[in-house]
């Protein structure tokens, strides 16, 4: 069976520090991948996704930038952190574009 | 995509079926409805996804009107562990379309 692993669960950083956020996904080859920000009271954003290693599509400009290395590796990075950046992030992942997708269990950011 | 719509809040008793109602009235001829539920502090779960047709499986059921301007998400049996947050999402399915926007859902409570 798949399973998807996002870490670490929280993260208190402050203004103006890098950021990475690591997923990995097992038991699949050539997933779509995808990381979400979920800010209280405001649903669901997508922020990127990928359809294959080095191939990354960025649905809103923002201050973050995501990175594909590998198959099943999907990581979130800043280099410098703002307050706005503060909230839950959420990868997923999903055998192809018609898929349901699939969510780990989040990264709760704080920025200070 | 189409927009949903879901009461706010709803009980079941443990033990009982929880019926679980979206309207979804503009939806299109080439958007799915989808099912997700969220429980606090984790990433949302994927349920059930149909067309036109009624769809089962190990989680639940989903009852799709003949006009498919309507759906029921049925859990059939709800223990404690299905207290969530029920979001029922209209999406047309071509490449591209990558994201899920996620409504205000139903917050369905297990009573003992």
């Known amino acids: 069976s798949q399973t998807i692993h996002q870490w670490p669960a929280t993260l208190v950083q402050p203004v103006g520090s890098p950021l990475s956020l690591e997923c990995t996904v097992e038991g699949t080859s050539n997933p779509n991948l995808y990381w979400y920000r979920q800010a209280a009271g405001r649903g669901l954003q997508l922020l990127f996704y990928s359809v294959g290693i080095g191939q990354i599509s960025s649905e809103v400009p923002q201050n973050l930038s995501a990175s594909r290395p590998q198959d099943r590796q999907f990581i979130l990075s800043s280099k410098k952190l703002l307050l706005s950046d503060s909230g839950f992030y959420l990868c997923?992942?999903?055998?192809?574009?018609?898929?349901?997708?699939?969510f780990g269990d989040g990264t709760r950011l704080s920025i200070l | 995509d189409a927009k949903t719509t879901q009461p706010p809040s709803m009980d079941c008793a443990e033990g009982r079926a929880a019926n679980l109602p979206c309207n979804h009235s503009?939806?299109?001829?080439?958007?799915?409805v989808y099912w997700y539920r969220q429980i606090h502090s984790q990433g949302p779960q994927y349920i059930i996804h149909g067309l036109k047709n009624n769809e089962t499986n190990e989680m639940a059921s989903l009852i799709i009107t003949e006009d498919r301007k309507s759906s029921t998400l049925i859990l059939p049996h709800a223990t404690l562990r299905d207290t969530a947050v029920y979001y029922c999402i209209v999406r047309a399915q071509f490449f591209g379309n990558e994201k899920l926007t996620f409504g205000t859902g139903t917050r369905l409570t297990i009573i003992p």
């Open positions: 997923a992942w999903s055998r192809g574009y018609n898929q349901p997708q699939h």
């Open positions: 503009t939806i299109s001829g080439n958007e799915y």
